[in-house]
């Protein structure tokens, strides 16, 4: 059975919880992922701990409570030009893959998300067929300038 956990503005998480989520995603988003500071940010930007539009963090956990998937969504705050809602990070645990808990996963994301949902995925990565399934498009290449740093 697969238990789920939200996390939003007014309902957040323990410091520990917020570790335990963000090295799960630095460790299971494997060579798509990011470092977990940067993973921390986002799971902040959610929680409304800075002056942001918020979002929200969605764990699963199965077998005895043992974190399987983790997801951050963040709200752009904008709407019509930008999708409302953006899809930062989900990961499920290498030994549960397959098993239907990416499709719990999504399925309460598309619910709890008000608005319109982007994401950025690399082409190889195999959940590109998960986010399909879903209805996902790829309407638009992406590309960065990506400046000096001083």
């Known amino acids: 059975m697969i238990k789920t956990n939200i996390y939003n503005h007014s309902n957040k998480a323990k410091e520990e919880e917020k ?17 977990q ?3 921390a940010k986002a799971f902040d ?14 764990t699963a956990h199965a077998d005895g409570d043992v974190m ?7 709200k752009t705050g904008m709407k019509g030009y930008i ?13 549960h893959r397959g098993k239907g808990i990416a499709n719990k996963v999504m399925d309460l994301i598309v619910e ?14 195999p959940a590109v067929n998960l986010y399909k399934k879903f209805g996902f498009t790829n309407k638009y290449l992406e590309m960065r300038l990506l400046k000096p740093k001083a």
Do not use: C, M, S
């Open 112 to 125: 709890l998300a008000d608005g319109d949902i982007a994401l950025h995925v690399e082409p190889d990565n």
């Open 37 to 39: 500071e940067d993973i």
């Open 68 to 74: 399987a998937a983790a997801a951050i969504v963040n």
């Open 19 to 35: 570790k335990a989520v963000t090295g799960f995603l630095a460790e299971h988003l494997e060579q798509y992922g990011d470092k």
């Open 45 to 58: 930007y959610a929680l409304q701990e800075q002056n942001t539009p918020g979002g929200f963090v969605v």
């Open 83 to 95: 999708p409302e809602n953006i899809l930062v990070y989900i990961a499920t645990h290498k030994d």
